[in-house]
């Protein structure tokens, strides 16, 4: 497996913006896809979007699609969440997760997780 270390959390305003980290070691970066997903406080944990292994392919939830940016540096085994004009939905502790299946958009498609980092977007 691999195992992740996301960073890069904290609070932040209204229509401000974070970037999140998810370091990874233990096997070769480049073979996997990276998901990010989220998990809201009384809510069950949600996908956010996606990159291929390569980085040229991504896909996202429609909640953040065009505000956040899904990127990967496989030199630096790290994988980036932007999150820009953030609002109060976005608060939730964000993960990253690893995977083999081409396309996956489900937990079940990730085999690895990182142990979240909280993102709280409030005035």
């Known amino acids: 497996q691999v195992q992740l270390v996301e960073s890069g959390g904290g609070s932040v305003q209204p229509g401000g913006s974070l970037r999140l980290s998810c370091v990874a070691s233990?096997?070769?970066?480049?073979?996997?896809?990276m998901g990010w997903f989220r998990q809201a406080p009384g809510k069950e944990r949600e996908f956010v979007g996606r990159?291929?292994?390569?980085?040229?392919?991504?896909y996202y939830a429609d909640s953040v699609k065009g505000r956040f940016t899904i990127s990967r540096d496989n030199a630096k085994n790290t994988v980036y969440l932007q999150m820009n004009t953030l609002k109060p939905e976005d608060t939730a502790v964000y993960y990253c997760?690893?995977?083999?299946?081409?396309?996956?958009?489900?937990?079940?498609?990730?085999?690895?997780w990182g142990q979240g980092t909280q993102v709280t977007v409030s005035s």
């Open positions: 997760a690893a995977g083999r299946a081409i396309g996956g958009r489900r937990e079940a498609d990730f085999g690895s």
């Open positions: 233990g096997r070769t970066f480049s073979n996997y896809a």
């Open positions: 990159i291929s292994w390569s980085g040229g392919s991504t």
